[in-house]
């Protein structure tokens, strides 16, 4: 990854939060909360699960850039959106959350050296080394990703009142 990648992947990912913010606003609860089947999430649920992630993102590129060796402790996301309550939190309050932890992972993002980009963590879920650089990619995509979902929920919902 050059530097202009570099720049051009932080932009993109620091547009997350807004676009999300834009996909959920003015929903209601009833679409918030729409499900296509038991198994599948729901808007709020996807929303709680952008806010986690985004500090198991930040946890992780912290290990990758200062720790010796580390390892990447794996998580089961299905457990995580079951166990942590997203259903009990408002949705402006995990975009705010999401927001928050995001801009908090740029900044960091933004003073490291393409040399860090290297750095690495051992992933067991994948048995590799997963890289500063991969994760990067990764912010962007993943938030598109699940706007896209979003966006597909709520054309659902709307057929199902």
Do not use: F
Not at 10 to 33: F, H, I, M, N, W
Not at 35 to 41: L, N, Q, T
Not at 80 to 101: I, K, M, T
Not at 128 to 138: G, P
């Amino acid at each position: 990854m050059t530097d202009q990648e570099l720049k051009q992947a932080l932009a993109a990912a620091e547009k997350g939060p807004q676009k999300l913010a834009a996909a959920v606003s003015g929903l209601s609860d009833q679409t918030l909360r729409y499900k296509p089947s038991p198994a599948k999430w729901c808007i709020l649920e996807i929303i709680g699960h952008l806010a986690d992630v985004e500090l198991v993102y930040g946890h992780r590129l912290r290990q990758m850039l200062a720790d010796k060796k580390p390892v990447i402790a794996p998580i089961d996301q299905d457990d995580w959106a079951r166990h942590l309550g997203y259903l009990e939190a408002s949705p402006a309050e995990l975009v705010a959350q999401y927001g928050l932890n995001r801009h908090h992972n740029l900044r960091l993002l933004k003073r490291i050296d393409l040399e860090d980009l290297k750095k690495s963590a051992y992933h067991p879920e994948r048995r590799a080394e997963v890289t500063v650089e991969e994760l990067v990619a990764r912010l962007a995509q993943h938030d598109a990703n699940h706007i896209a979902q979003i966006a597909r929920l709520k054309q659902q919902a709307s057929a199902h009142p």
